[in-house]
């Protein structure tokens, strides 16, 4: 390293190479501090690790990969609670309570770019994943993942086969920060993803229609750079949306196509009007499990047509997997 700034930093020798480290001269508040690296004739790969004190003995982040560092975003980002797609789990639940909470849309300075709001009860990441299919492979996955205290943003990627572990993108390019905390079990990031490609086979031009993706991990994880097994302790089996929607438009792109398909099947349903259903105190040839319980299933021929069945279904439902 080559310094430029002797009053505020010095250079160290670490594990017998000289000059190898930067750090402070005194403990004056500082933003910043300016310095060179003269890279190694041997070819090979370097990583970069840094560490900050905030306050003395009591606030500080050690040991922190330079390459998870995301750059701030050169615009503002939308706020929270106005994109205009909003999804909270479980349903109806306000922001602040929901296990899983995320909103998107594209940014209103700057539309090359799709801002994303997520927030959850997290120890591990929370992420949102985009797909082409519902095996939860061949994914592109922006999630924010907690390393030494501190919330970094992350652009991975699920390979094929599904039993592949994530892994980061080769570069992270294309993404920028807006803001990220994490308090009391509870994390939470801002950022934006260009809309289109920058990592060839890792990533999507978001501006298509695709199957959403939401998980988490509670559980902390090993320090890394990828988004580790989602249940563990307590976690969450990602939910995967029922139908294909596109996060800059929307909705599908071949919507005006189901549209005309629904307008048909509207028809078809007003040629059959169910029969009457049955009432409380119905009695069931077919049963599974018993009322009351996590879950239950009865069924029994239709009394007043035949040719329906008639099904009660009652589950204690939880989103936690």
Request: a negative charge; charged letters at 20%; proline letters at 5%.
């Given at each position: 390293?080559?310094?430029?700034?002797?009053?505020?930093?010095?250079?160290?020798?670490?594990?017998?190479?000289?000059?190898?480290t930067?750090?402070?001269?005194?403990?004056?508040?500082?933003?910043?501090?300016?310095?060179?690296?003269?890279?190694?004739?041997?070819?090979?790969?370097?990583?970069?690790?840094?560490?900050?004190?905030?306050?003395?003995?009591?606030?500080?982040?050690?040991?922190?990969?330079?390459?998870?560092?995301?750059?701030?975003?050169?615009?503002?980002?939308?706020l929270?609670?106005?994109?205009?797609?909003?999804?909270?789990?479980?349903?109806?639940?306000?922001?602040?309570?929901?296990?899983?909470?995320?909103?998107?849309?594209?940014?209103?300075?700057?539309?090359d770019?799709?801002?994303?709001?997520?927030?959850?009860?997290?120890?591990?990441?929370?992420?949102?994943?985009?797909?082409?299919?519902?095996?939860?492979?061949?994914?592109?996955?922006?999630?924010?993942?907690?390393?030494?205290?501190?919330?970094n943003?992350?652009?991975?990627?699920?390979?094929?086969?599904?039993?592949?572990?994530?892994?980061?993108?080769?570069?992270?390019?294309?993404?920028?920060?807006?803001?990220?905390?994490?308090?009391?079990?509870r994390?939470?990031?801002?950022?934006s993803?260009?809309?289109?490609?920058?990592?060839?086979?890792?990533?999507?031009?978001?501006?298509?229609?695709?199957?959403?993706?939401?998980?988490?991990?509670?559980?902390?994880?090993?320090?890394?750079?990828?988004?580790?097994?989602?249940?563990?302790?307590?976690?969450?089996?990602?939910?995967i949306?029922?139908?294909?929607?596109?996060?800059?438009?929307?909705?599908?792109?071949?919507?005006?196509?189901?549209?005309?398909?629904?307008?048909?099947?509207d028809?078809?349903?007003?040629?059959?009007?169910?029969?009457?259903?049955?009432?409380?105190?119905?009695?069931?040839?077919?049963q599974?499990g018993?009322p009351?319980?996590?879950?239950?299933?009865?069924?029994?021929?239709?009394?007043?047509?035949?040719?329906?069945?008639?099904?009660?279904?009652?589950?204690?439902?939880?989103?936690?997997?």
């Open positions: 390293f080559t310094i430029y700034d002797s009053d505020n930093s010095q250079l160290r020798t670490c594990s017998g190479d000289a000059n190898s930067v750090t402070h001269t005194n403990s004056n508040s500082k933003t910043r501090i300016s310095f060179e690296w003269t890279a190694p004739s041997s070819s090979g790969t370097v990583q970069m690790r840094y560490s900050i004190v905030t306050a003395f003995a009591d606030d500080f982040y050690a040991n922190l990969n330079a390459a998870d560092y995301r750059p701030p975003c050169p615009f503002p980002p939308t929270v609670g106005d994109h205009p797609t909003i999804i909270g789990l479980p349903d109806g639940c306000s922001r602040e309570s929901c296990d899983y909470y995320v909103g998107f849309g594209p940014n209103t300075v700057n539309s770019y799709l801002d994303i709001y997520l927030e959850g009860e997290a120890d591990g990441w929370i992420a949102l994943g985009f797909s082409e299919n519902t095996q939860m492979e061949e994914d592109d996955v922006l999630g924010c993942r907690i390393d030494s205290g501190m919330v943003v992350v652009d991975t990627w699920n390979p094929s086969n599904r039993r592949t572990p994530n892994v980061a993108d080769a570069t992270q390019n294309g993404v920028c920060t807006h803001l990220t905390s994490v308090s009391n079990g994390i939470s990031c801002s950022f993803r260009s809309i289109n490609i920058t990592d060839v086979g890792q990533d999507y031009n978001l501006n298509n229609s695709f199957y959403l993706f939401f998980g988490l991990r509670a559980a902390a994880q090993s320090s890394g750079d990828n988004l580790e097994y989602h249940t563990v302790s307590g976690g969450m089996t990602p939910i949306s029922d139908e294909l929607y596109n996060p800059v438009t929307g909705f599908d792109d071949d919507d005006d196509d189901d549209d005309d398909d629904d307008d048909d099947d028809d078809d349903d007003n040629n059959d009007e169910c029969p009457p259903a049955p009432g409380n105190d119905a009695t069931y040839t077919f599974f018993s009351g319980d996590d879950y239950y299933f009865a069924a029994r021929v239709n009394l007043d047509n035949a040719s329906y069945l008639d099904v009660l279904l009652e589950a204690d439902a939880n989103i936690r997997g």
